[in-house]
C-alpha cells in the first residue's frame, strides 16, 4: 500500500514563499497521478494543483502562476512550491495519489491520502 505524509508547512507573511514536500513509501509513484488538495476550516476541501506520470500538471485557477508542482520519482517525492501567497490560501495542505487513473480535480478519485500540513499567511 502507499502511505504518504506531507512536510513543509508553516506560518509565512502574505508575499512569501513555502515549499510543501510529499514523501510516498510502500509503492514507486512513478505510474500515479499526484496531486495537491487544500481545506480551510468550513469549507470544502479543494483542488491545488495535479501532475501525471509523465509530469504534466494541471492547477486550480486560484493558483495559477503561483503554485508549481513536481514529482521527483527516483525519490518517491512530490512537491508544491508556494510563491506569492495570500492569506486565502490558508489551510491544511493534503498530499493525494492516484493510481491507474488520469489527471482529475475530484478529491474522491484519489487513492491515498496523507493526514495534510498546515500552511498559515499572516496578512
Known amino acids: 500500500q502507499v502511505q504518504l505524509v506531507e512536510s513543509g508547512g508553516g506560518l509565512v507573511q502574505a508575499g512569501g514563499s513555502l515549499r510543501l514536500s510529499c514523501a510516498a513509501s510502500?509503492?514507486?509513484?512513478?505510474?500515479?497521478?499526484m496531486a495537491w488538495f487544500r481545506q480551510a476550516p468550513g469549507k470544502e476541501r479543494e483542488f491545488v494543483a495535479s501532475?501525471?506520470?509523465?509530469?504534466?500538471?494541471y492547477y486550480a485557477d486560484s493558483v495559477k502562476g503561483r503554485f508549481t508542482i513536481s514529482r521527483d520519482n527516483a525519490k518517491n517525492m512530490v512537491y508544491l512550491q508556494m510563491n506569492s501567497l495570500r492569506p486565502e490560501d490558508t489551510a491544511v495542505y493534503y498530499c493525494?495519489?492516484?493510481?491507474?487513473?488520469?489527471?482529475?480535480?475530484?478529491?474522491?478519485?484519489?487513492?491515498?491520502w496523507g493526514r495534510g500540513t498546515q500552511v498559515t499567511v499572516s496578512s
Open positions: 493525494a495519489a492516484r493510481g491507474l487513473g488520469s489527471v482529475t480535480t475530484a478529491s474522491y478519485e484519489y487513492d491515498y
Open positions: 510502500g509503492r514507486t509513484l512513478s505510474r500515479y497521478v
Open positions: 501532475i501525471s506520470w509523465s509530469a504534466r500538471s
